[in-house]
């Protein structure tokens, strides 16, 4: 699971050692493969050198992959299905690590055609004529990934391809193949495609991919191209399609060999190892601020307020970081701003678990939520941010004595923190208190935590203290927070 990225779009160049003309790869004991020989034996090949197969994907290693790796050595066509922002077109693009680097093809063909296997009537030609003289030309993997998001209004022509009236303007008779201007599937030979949302593609256009996925061959408009087609078709699709928005035609579905189920994250480690790879933070996001906003995700997927169809995408609890991030450092931002005493250095920007809160209202797009609770969701996720910070105070400070935090506000003093509190100002509130270095030890703060990283942990105790009812809080006007007395 993770965050999509296309392959890269810059292709490095090929080695000079490669052989240039067809007679050059013959001696050089070139053999031919089918893409799905190519992805089963690097497949086979990683698995037998304990190479990671699949780079990058969290959490399926038990699940998922195992059922996918079945489908490639197979050669099967597959379909995977799952609620969105389960990493599925990341799983699919990853498969493009399993191809060959370099690949020759005749040069200039449209559909990269192997020179040891030509398909076009032009090309057959063309190697017929030229023999082992054809020049030859490499393609990287990088290069041999098609994808396409299902939508109404694709045509057939976009994905096998259409009769190009230019070329039929230029003098060419209307049955001869060179006037056809193929589509996207074909143009992806020896290579994988990759259809999304499959269930939103209009049932004739999916009839068109019929004989892709069977014989290998596509039609257009009469045309009898018999082009046995080498490539790996690979879907995705949302369960709740083949009943909402559309459905993926009953032949289809059984020309496809393999249809395998993605998932959340099955555990809090899984989410949060996702977060901390797919984050881009621009600020520093302690541990346990982290595993508030990962069980925080996890509850938001849970709750019976919100519509389980639609799922909550791994994307939320990723955001939810990055934004907390960026409270950090505006914070840190605005503080730089304020006269900062001679000899004290500015704020770092490093996050507290008080920085979630705004992400109650910036996500909520995020969530379907179900038809009753309209008006309630910032509600609702509030309740649940809170939830999961009280989980998180209980599974890292459980019996720990933070008696001396309540001794802090006895009588009619508080502790006053909030979103542009500085560390300074915050520690010199608390001052020494006993059990302190112990708390930020179990929070994973470390022996010599900095100024702000001490700050984030002591906004946590309290906040924990506060949520499990040994402390009163209490919301400014102006937006700061006060704890002090009993709850």
Known sequence: MGRVTAPSPVTPAPPADLPGTLGELRAAGHAYRTVKQELRDNLLARMRSGADRFPGIVGYDDTVLPEVERALLAGHDMVLLGERGQGKTRLIRSLVGLLDEWTPVIAGSVLNEHPLHPLTPGSRALVAEAGDALPVAWLHRSMRYGEKLATPDTSVGDLIGDVDPIRIAQGRTLGDPETIHFGLVPRTNRGIFAVNELPDLAERIQVALLNVLEERDIQVRGYQLRLPLDLFLVASANPEDYTNRGRIITPLKDRFGAEVRTHYPVDL????????????????????????????????????????????????????????????????????????????????????????????????????????????????????????????????????????????????????????????????????????????????????PSPEQAAAGVEFVLEGLHLTRRLGKDVTDSGRTRYGGRA
Do not use: M, N, W, Y
């Not at 302690?286 to 996890?298: I, S």
């Not at 001679?342 to 507290?352: C, L, Q, Y």
């Not at 179900?370 to 996720?381: A, C, F, K, N, T």
């Open 269 to 448: 480690d899984l989410e949060l190892a996702l977060i901390r790879q797919e984050a881009d933070l621009v600020a520093e996001v302690p541990e346990h601020v982290l595993e508030v906003l990962a069980r925080f995700a996890r509850a938001v997927r849970e709750s019976p307020s919100v519509d389980p169809r639609s799922g909550v995408s791994a994307r939320f609890a990723i955001a939810a970081a990055e934004t907390v991030a960026a409270a950090a450092l505006r914070r840190a931002g605005l503080l730089a701003a304020a006269d900062t005493p001679e000899g004290v250095r500015p704020e770092a920007p490093v996050a507290r678990v008080g920085d979630a809160v705004p992400v109650t209202s910036t996500l909520r797009g995020k969530v379907e939520f179900e038809s009753g609770e309209e008006g309630r969701e910032v509600e609702i996720l509030g309740h649940l941010l809170r939830t999961a910070t009280a989980e998180t105070f209980r599974d890292r400070l459980a019996g720990l004595d933070l008696s001396g935090f309540t001794a802090l506000v006895e009588g009619d003093a508080v502790i006053e923190t909030g979103e542009l509190v500085g560390s300074a100002e915050l520690l010199r509130q608390v001052g020494t208190v006993p059990g302190l270095a112990k708390a930020l030890d179990r929070l994973g703060l470390g022996d010599a």
